[in-house]
């Protein structure tokens, strides 16, 4: 038995192990929010300047926009945009693409989730296409400085399936002991 769960979670391990090629950490910067309200595809670049930059991310909560540029330089077109795989209350996003498409979506724990457990959202980037990404962080905490990643969508799968399998198994485990625990209690009693 004990062989079967050890194979197992070696299993899970080596599934969900996965190369530098199919997640990119956004490399961008954090700005003291003082409103909501997004800026309009054209508006971004004068906008922009007129935010303040913060050092770090005050973990006792606030409210922070968050900006990045990225190239798809590749042929993947479906991508997962995880602002962050941590607790956090709402995050509002908007993917300004070269072609002056916007896409928007929101995000976080009080948010509806396309991935089971997860934060990512799919988005669209064309092959060869720029987008920026701008988001809007809001929280009454943060249990560490929001990370955003970008996924290519299977790869993406793949990790929310591994990691929802061994959340679920672990609280599988801890009902089998609770329910081990309280059998034997009622038995010695």
């Known amino acids: 038995m004990f062989r079967s769960v050890l194979l197992l979670f070696l299993l899970l391990f080596f599934v969900s192990a996965h190369g530098a090629e199919e997640e990119w950490r956004l490399h961008g910067k954090f700005y003291q929010a003082r409103g909501d309200a997004f800026p309009s595809s054209p508006d971004l670049p004068v906008w922009l300047p007129t ?16 900006f990045a540029r990225f190239e798809n330089d590749g042929k993947e077109r479906n991508w997962v945009l995880e602002p962050d795989d941590r607790l956090i209350n709402k995050v509002d996003v908007r993917v300004y693409s070269s072609d002056g498409s916007v896409q928007e979506f929101s995000t976080g724990y009080r948010a509806h989730h396309q991935f089971m457990l997860h934060y990512g959202k799919r988005i669209f980037i064309p092959a060869g296409a720029k987008v920026a990404v701008l988001m809007h962080f809001s929280s009454p905490y943060y249990a560490s400085v929001p990370e955003p990643m970008l996924y290519r969508e299977n790869a993406y799968s793949r990790r929310v399936f591994t990691d929802n399998v061994l959340i679920l198994g672990a609280f599988g485990a801890l009902l089998t002991l609770a329910l081990y625990n309280l059998f034997i209690f009622l038995i010695t009693k």
């Not at 935010?51 to 968050?66: E, I, K, M, S, T």
Request: avoid cysteine; glycine fraction near 12%; proline fraction near 6%.
């Open 51 to 66: 935010l303040q930059p913060v050092r770090h991310v005050d973990l006792a909560g606030g409210n922070y926009w968050y």
